[in-house]
């Protein structure tokens, strides 16, 4: 008799902050190699929509259009009557679910380990919105060589609505902010979204997001003469 499959590890599950792709890996190959098989594998019921693909005859993985939203609750079951290349059933666990968490940064400008200005402002796409209240209490910066923390202040007006055109201006939720006080030059900068950011209705994130950036040299002029 044919060996039974299973799924050895689904990823992601339980809570978690920016997710992309749910992934099942077999422990027997489900489709011959070269092939590419059933793309709907586990079945998705998701606030999120996505497609299902393989990657590998073990690997399923389902990619989704956009990250979904904080908050969210994603449940993956197996499709009936699934079998492994060799005829096997597919037993043991068939069924998985994740939720995300608190508003989390799905992409920052400037981008990470950049260099930035003393004053630099950052333009933050999220996963949901986040309540202002909450950024400014749980938001900071820390510098190096500093024993404190930097709180942050919110861009507001139309300063932020320069920004959000240039940088974001297909996205829905965005925060733009800047630390409270003016950096020091040349100095390793970390802007800190910490646990405890929340939704409007008190959905928060529960694991810090830090980012690297290093501020910029002073500037120097340097003059020379020649006879």
Do not use: H
Not at 4 to 16: D, K, L, N, R, V
Not at 190 to 200: F, M, R
């Amino acid at each position: 008799p044919a060996l039974a499959a299973s799924i050895t590890t689904f990823t992601p599950q339980g809570e978690m902050g920016v997710v992309r792709q749910a992934r099942a890996v077999f422990n027997e190959p489900m489709i011959r190699l070269g092939e590419t098989g059933p793309a709907e594998a586990c079945a998705g019921d998701c606030t999120s929509p996505g497609r299902g693909r393989w990657v590998d005859p073990k690997t399923w993985v389902y990619d989704f259009d956009k990250v979904p939203r904080a908050g969210a609750r994603c449940q993956f079951r197996l499709k009936p009557g699934l079998r492994a290349v060799a005829g096997g059933e597919v037993t043991g666990t068939t069924s998985f679910e994740f939720t995300t968490a608190g508003p989390a940064i799905v992409r920052i400008t400037p981008r990470e380990n950049n260099r930035i200005a003393d004053n630099q402002a950052f333009i933050l796409v999220l996963t949901g919105t986040a309540r202002p209240d909450t950024i400014t209490q749980r938001a900071w910066c820390k510098v190096e060589g500093l024993g404190e923390r930097i709180g942050v202040k919110l861009v507001e007006g139309a300063d932020r609505d320069l920004l959000v055109k240039r940088f974001a201006p297909d996205d829905t939720d965005v925060v733009v902010l800047s630390c409270a006080r003016a950096l020091p030059p040349d100095a390793a900068v970390e802007l800190v979204w910490d646990a405890g950011i929340s939704t409007p209705s008190g959905i928060a994130t529960r694991r810090a997001q830090v980012l690297k950036y290093r501020t910029r040299a002073p500037f120097t002029v340097s003059l020379s003469c020649t006879r």
